[in-house]
């Protein structure tokens, strides 16, 4: 089984999940919190051997992130 992140339009979203739905394929929408905590927690796996890290770089990769 694959997985597959797709970035809907809000406006069309309703549309893509019915279609999800009639094909019986699962589907989930993820929050923007869920994007923040996937980000941080990636962050975190990246940055684990370093002693600091700079506010600056964490600050800028959480906004590209939660931009997509």
Do not use: C, G, W
Not at 23 to 47: G, H
């Amino acid at each position: 089984m694959k997985t597959i992140i797709v970035n809907i339009p809000e406006e069309k979203e309703r549309f893509f999940l019915s279609i999800l739905k009639e094909f019986r394929y699962k589907s989930r929408v993820l929050t923007d919190e869920n994007k923040e905590d996937s980000a941080l927690l990636a962050l975190m796996y990246k940055r684990e051997n370093e002693e600091t890290l700079p506010i600056e770089t964490t600050e800028q990769i959480l906004k590209n992130i939660l931009k997509k």
